[in-house]
T-cell receptor
Framework: DGGITQSPKYLFRKEGQNVTLSCEQNLNHDAMYWYRQDPGQGLRLIYYSQIVNDFQKGDIAEGYSVSREKKESFPLTVTSAQKNPTAFYLCASSTGYEQYFGPGTRLTVT | GEDVEQSLFLSVREGDSSVINCTYTDSSSTYLYWYKQEPGAGLQLLTY?????DMKQDQRLTVLLNKKDKHLSLRIADTQTGDSAIYFC?????????????FGAGTRLAVHP
């Protein structure tokens, strides 16, 4: 069953703690992406990776970090430097022109 | 700069057609997309259209593209309650050799009996 998995679905953290969101895909896609979604807004690109061991900053990368050690995996770390980390985080992967999304992780930081 | 605009809300009666509109700014966009998001879920790719096409039909979905006016629309025929969701329009933008998607804020479609 091919697809993109994100875990956990809900995540709660205290302010000042780093937290890592998981994203795995078994679609054999080269490119992977992280987006952030806030209520009433479109998606904003955090980071993207076109191949293993390479990634680029998107539009809102400050306070986030990523790694791409395996083709299937693209974890996102939300650091304590991110001023407003509470949001819905979506991972995606693509081949050619079609970009597919995972189910998302809702992060709440208090 | 790049920008995608959508109306925020649309209400239709079950069985009627829904038309969701979108305007975009990047005239070099290669593909334009429609995604559907149900509450608490990720985005589902519904359909996309290549910029040299005027229309694309896929079962109940019809996409119309007016490249001159940079206007994209999604028509859903015989709208059902299961179509209630947020619909996002997205355009492509080439940035550093990478095909980036720019999303609108989404149109919330409410289907009532």
């Amino acid at each position: 069953d091919g697809g993109i998995t994100q875990s956990p679905k809900y995540l709660f953290r205290k302010e000042g703690q780093n937290v890592t969101l998981s994203c795995e895909q078994n679609l054999n896609h080269d490119a992977m992406y992280w987006y952030r979604q806030d209520p009433g807004q479109g998606l904003r690109l955090i980071y993207y990776s076109q191949i293993v061991n390479d990634f680029q900053k998107g539009d809102i990368a400050e306070g986030y970090s990523v790694s791409r050690e395996k083709k299937e995996s693209f974890p996102l770390t939300v650091t304590s430097a991110q001023k407003n980390p509470t949001a819905f985080y979506l991972c995606a992967s693509s081949t050619g022109y079609e970009q597919y999304f995972g189910p998302g992780t809702r992060l709440t930081v208090t | 700069g790049e920008d995608v605009e959508q109306s925020l809300f649309l209400s239709v009666r079950e069985g009627d057609s829904s038309v969701i509109n979108c305007t975009y700014t990047d005239s070099s966009s290669t593909y334009l997309y429609w995604y559907k998001q149900e509450p608490g879920a990720g985005l589902q790719l519904l359909t996309y259209i290549f910029s040299n096409m005027d229309m694309k039909q896929d079962q109940r979905l019809t996409v119309l593209l007016n490249k001159k006016d940079k206007h994209l629309s999604l028509r859903i025929a015989d709208t059902q309650t299961g179509d209630s969701a947020i619909y996002f329009c997205a355009e492509t933008s080439i940035s550093g050799g990478y095909n980036k998607l720019i999303f609108g804020a989404g149109t919330r479609l409410a289907v009532h009996p």
